[in-house]
């Protein structure tokens, strides 16, 4: 029988937060220290995206605050799952504060990169909330947000799209606009250097996103009801201080 002592330290041990996986941590920051991520700045319903957001979160992966993780079988999130046929391989726990991947080595294959700078668009969300505070965004504008700067890493870095545009989440119509933007960024309304689109130039994105991922109303099949989840949300908590 155990000591109560012996039981602390199982306790402790137990406790104790999972480390992070350096080799993804090293992949991770290596990607989001690309230069052409800096150029990314752009608002998007009530959501913004820049530059600075990954190179905060490059640095919260350097020093831990933000995990990464490899894991066998990704958790089902209920209502929050993908379609059946989507495939997951990246995650963001917004509650672990840690970024999730199928295997050590994700990222090394080619297009890899685009789901870490998708997926560290999610954990930047969370970085930026105060401590002791919450912030809640729908869901369909999170999604968008983080497709639409995955499109733009791929236009201003030069990079292949492999198979980005064929996603079916509405990464075509990201890559669109966003071709579109670089093309010609006089079209689009700038401000301090901000592009703030317009409800009329995201919409096939926002539709694209919506159907793809139910954010829509739509016909349950088991009971043959509409349902509608336009209002899906995601709520952030933040991101604790190193060692807290």
Not at 31 to 44: A, D, E, G, P, V
Not at 58 to 81: H, L, M, N, P, Y
Request: hydrophobic share 40%; glycine share 8%; aromatic share 8%.
């Amino acid at each position: 029988m155990a000591s109560p002592f012996a039981k602390n330290i199982l306790k402790k041990k137990a406790l104790e937060p999972k480390a992070t996986n350096s080799t993804l941590a090293s992949t991770v920051v290596q990607t989001l220290k690309h230069s052409s991520l800096s150029q990314i700045n752009f608002k998007l319903g009530n959501v913004e995206v820049n530059g600075m957001q990954f190179s905060q979160v490059a640095q919260a992966v350097e020093s831990s605050r933000i995990k990464c993780w490899t894991v066998e079988e990704f958790e089902s999130q209920g209502d929050d799952d993908l379609p059946d046929g989507k495939l997951v391989n990246a995650r963001y726990k917004i509650e672990r504060n840690a970024m999730l991947f199928s295997r050590e080595n994700f990222g090394k294959a080619s297009g890899e990169d685009q789901t870490i700078v998708h997926e560290s668009v999610h954990a930047a969300f969370d970085l930026s909330v105060p401590a002791k505070k919450t912030i809640t965004t729908l869901r369909i504008e999170d999604e968008a947000a983080a497709i639409l700067a995955t499109a733009f890493y791929i236009k201003l870095s030069g990079k292949e799209e492999h198979g980005f545009k064929l996603g079916g989440g509405g990464e075509a119509e990201a890559l669109e606009l966003a071709s579109q933007v670089v093309r010609d960024p006089g079209v689009y309304n700038v401000v301090n250097g901000k592009i703030i689109f317009t409800p009329e130039e995201l919409e096939p994105l926002r539709y694209a996103v919506s159907v793809s991922r139910n954010f829509r109303k739509f016909i349950d099949k088991a009971d043959g009801l509409p349902t509608d989840r336009s209002g899906a949300k995601y709520t952030y908590d933040g991101v604790a201080l190193c060692g807290k």
